[in-house]
């Protein structure tokens, strides 16, 4: 007789912080588990950058505004909430995710 095995899938878990906030009080530098990261508030959602000292580039991650979908390879491949998705999450469950009414323009970020 065959047995097999599920592997249960643990929620992400870690820290995050705002680092600094624009004039508006909306947050544009966040840290998620001591990873700097960059945040825009998009109409449609919003945006997170990182540099990659190691791979030496600019990784640039967009999140749904329903905060259940990232573009990051956790969440592709993976097909669950990545941190990303619930750090964003945390913030504004917290109150600490101010969304201005003035979002930010959408900039071409090279890809």
């Given at each position: 007789?065959?047995?097999?095995?599920?592997?249960?899938?643990?929620?992400?878990?870690g820290?995050?912080?705002?680092?600094?906030?624009?004039r508006?009080?909306?947050?544009?530098?966040?840290?998620?588990?001591?990873?700097?990261?960059r945040?825009?508030?998009?109409?449609?959602?919003?945006?997170?950058?990182?540099?990659d000292?190691?791979?030496?580039?600019v990784?640039v991650y967009?999140i749904?505004?329903?905060?259940?979908?990232?573009?990051?390879?956790?969440?592709?491949?993976?097909?669950?909430?990545?941190?990303?998705?619930?750090?964003?999450a945390?913030?504004?469950?917290?109150?600490?995710?101010?969304?201005?009414?003035?979002?930010?323009?959408?900039?071409?970020?090279?890809?």
């Amino acid at each position: 007789m065959k047995t097999t095995s599920t592997k249960t899938r643990k929620t992400p878990t870690g820290t995050v912080k705002v680092l600094d906030r624009r004039r508006d009080g909306a947050a544009c530098k966040i840290l998620i588990n001591n990873a700097e990261y960059r945040l825009d508030h998009l109409n449609d959602g919003f945006r997170v950058m990182r540099f990659d000292a190691e791979a030496y580039k600019v990784l640039v991650y967009e999140i749904d505004a329903d905060l259940m979908t990232c573009s990051c390879p956790d969440a592709v491949n993976r097909n669950r909430r990545c941190k990303h998705c619930l750090a964003i999450a945390a913030l504004k469950e917290r109150g600490r995710l101010v969304v201005s009414v003035e979002y930010a323009e959408d900039r071409d970020y090279p890809r």
